[in-house]
Nanobody, 124 residues
């Protein structure tokens, strides 16, 4: 069982930056691929970024490529999402997810554990 707790969300102006963190419980964090997803009001949950167990492979949604960076620190059981050049359309609840497999995927169905989410609001 893995428990995930996100933090770092908030209100920011367009063009600004935020860094989300996701702290995971358990001693096997380094064996899990991790992902970030988001859900805006009235929309379905969508993939944002994912990272393999050692950080060697990452995937990004086209909408965030070049602006967001996913990373992880296995010794701290933490995955991060650095978000730069934020746009109002990035406003959503951001969820951290863990996959019981070392290799990342982009589909939400591939993830087994989810955090409670953190709100990111970008004002224009």
């Amino acid at each position: 069982q893995v428990q995930l707790v996100e933090s770092g969300g908030g209100l920011v102006q367009a063009g600004g930056s935020l860094k989300l963190s996701c702290a995971a419980s358990g001693r096997t964090f380094s064996s899990y691929a991790m992902g970030w997803f988001r859900q805006a009001p009235g929309k379905e949950r969508e993939f944002v970024a994912s990272i393999s167990w050692n950080g060697g492979v990452t995937y990004y949604a086209d909408s965030v490529k070049g602006r967001f960076t996913i990373s992880r620190h296995n010794a701290k059981n933490t995955v991060y999402l650095q978000m730069n050049s934020l746009k109002p359309e990035d406003t959503a609840v951001y969820y951290c997810a863990a996959r019981s497999d070392p290799w990342a995927v982009i589909s939400a169905v591939g993830y087994d554990y989810w955090g409670q989410g953190t709100q990111v609001t970008v004002s224009s």
